[in-house]
């Protein structure tokens, strides 16, 4: 892929005290984010949190109620048309014509963009090539599979390489074969020197992909770092207990919040409880935490059938830090899709 220059030493994006207002409903209050260039940077939050609200802002495509916002060192407002130019946006649904072929789709964004005959039509088979389409591309898109729509989608953001692609849940919907081939792409386009904003609200997605990830919640960014450092934030680690007898699991829970000084989450398994373990100086002083809790239970006559400790998962994470699992938001704080 051939990179678009790109000028000066400004972070890809920069964003303090961003706000966005409608009606009653505050879709942003106060977003202070800075994403480096040439990384994958994950948006995590669940449904309503304010992540395509962000994404519309960032591309132009919305204007803020407050802040100060720059993409690739240009203001969001004053210049936005010298932002457009060096960005490409893949949203959450395919913008592909279904009537036409996977080439010729490419071919009209080809010449949408400026780009000569010969260019695109080299542009078309170098991209149809690289995400694996060549086989497909004298077919209709309606006759693709998701996966493979997702892929020419991506494609037609790379008609002309951006120097900044954001990314709004590309795989929602997948299967996880199409999803894996979503996350390769992404990795081609970030190695290829592409900054790449990613949101999502699947919390593997963003441990795959992601340097740095920012998690937003009711417009807000509640915590930002690693994945490793994120989970860090919560507790050193994570016991998971499985008993033999689910009716057992209020009286173990009780046992092991108070053993623990942790909060203990049932599972979707009746049998199943996890508790994080605050950070202990060693990991002597954790395995000791956990014997005692142990000998707590079997004194109390409650059966243990299996047991693991381990790094809190990105999942644990996020419930830690918001308060809830990721998933669909009471209330919808998206601005309407056009």
């Given amino acids: 892929m051939t990179k678009v220059s790109s000028d000066g030493d400004h972070p890809a994006v920069e964003a303090r005290g961003l706000t966005k207002v409608y009606g009653e409903n505050r879709a942003l209050d106060g977003i202070d984010l800075t994403i480096p260039r040439g990384q994958v940077f994950g948006f995590l939050g669940p449904n309503g949190a304010g992540k395509t609200t ?54 009209i964004l080809g010449r949408l963009q400026g780009l000569p005959r010969a260019a695109r039509r080299e542009r078309a088979d170098a991209l149809l090539a690289a995400f694996d389409l060549t086989g497909a591309a004298g077919r209709p898109v309606g006759g ?29 919907g997948l299967d996880p074969r199409s999803r894996n081939q979503v996350w390769e792409l992404v990795r081609r386009v970030a190695a290829a020197g592409t900054t790449v904003l990613l949101t999502t609200q699947y919390l593997e997605e963003a441990d795959q992909l992601a ?51 942790g909060t203990v989450q049932p599972a979707a398994d009746p049998l199943a409880l996890s508790v994080m373990i605050a950070t202990q100086p060693d990991a002597t002083d954790t395995g000791r935490l956990v014997g005692h809790a142990m000998t707590r239970l079997g004194e109390a006559g409650v059966g243990i059938a299996e047991l693991s400790l381990g790094q809190p998962s990105l999942d644990e994470a996020f419930l830690a830090l918001t308060g809830h699992r990721t998933g669909p938001a009471t209330t919808d704080h998206e601005e309407p899709q056009a």
Avoid: C
């Fill in 211 to 261: 340097e740095r990830i920012a998690v937003i919640d009711s417009g807000r960014i509640v915590a930002e770092g690693t994945s490793a450092q994120l989970k860090s934030r919560v507790g050193s680690s994570t016991l998971h207990i499985r008993l033999l007898d689910g009716e057992q699991r209020p009286q173990a829970s009780q046992i092991l919040a108070g053993a623990l000084a």
């Fill in 54 to 107: 962000t994404i519309r802002i960032l591309a132009t495509l919305a204007r803020p109620s407050g802040g100060m916002v720059r993409v690739l060192g240009h203001d969001v407002l004053t210049e936005a048309q010298a932002i457009r130019a060096r960005v490409a946006v893949t949203g959450q649904f395919a913008s592909l014509d279904e009537d036409l072929t996977g080439y010729e789709n490419l071919l």
């Fill in 144 to 172: 693709y599979s998701g996966g493979m729509r997702r892929r020419l989608d991506i494609g037609a953001s790379l008609i002309v390489t951006p120097d900044l692609l954001f990314l709004d849940e590309p795989t929602t």
